[in-house]
């Protein structure tokens, strides 16, 4: 059964870092592009970070822009996002997906697009 599994969430203080990872079984996704999506409570589920299939590109929403890094280990199966310098508005379950088509040359930011997710992990950050 295909499954993405994430973990790594936790509570930190404002301006603190981290490690969130997402392993992929059941298949390899090595042909999806794969995201990161937070949702925080009363608010839409809204893109964090993305990574082309190759791995050759990435994309950031503008509010983790320079803060947040996403990266995958083919070897391992695991889309990784590193978090520094958190905020309190970093707060949320964090998701991460797999692009609903294989190969697609751009990394969407519609989450209507992924067609496979995680369970999500809770990020909490203190003030």
């Known amino acids: 059964q295909e499954q993405l599994v994430e973990s790594g969430g936790g509570l930190v203080q404002a301006g603190g870092s981290l490690r969130l990872s997402c392993t992929a079984s059941g298949r390899t996704f090595g042909r999806n592009n794969m995201g990161w999506f937070r949702q925080a409570p009363g608010k839409e589920r809204e893109f964090v970070a993305g990574?082309?299939?190759?791995?050759?590109?990435?994309v950031y929403a503008d509010s983790v822009k320079g803060r947040f890094t996403i990266s995958r280990d083919f070897a391992k199966i695991t889309i990784d996002l590193q978090m520094n310098s958190l905020k309190p508005e970093d707060t949320a379950v964090y998701y991460c997906?797999?692009?609903?088509?294989?190969?697609?040359?751009?990394?969407?930011?519609?989450?209507?697009?992924?067609?496979?997710w995680g369970q999500g992990t809770q990020v909490t950050v203190s003030s």
């Open positions: 997906a797999a692009d609903r088509i294989q190969l697609r040359t751009i990394v969407v930011v519609r989450y209507q697009e992924y067609a496979y």
């Open positions: 990574i082309a299939w190759s791995g050759s590109r990435t």
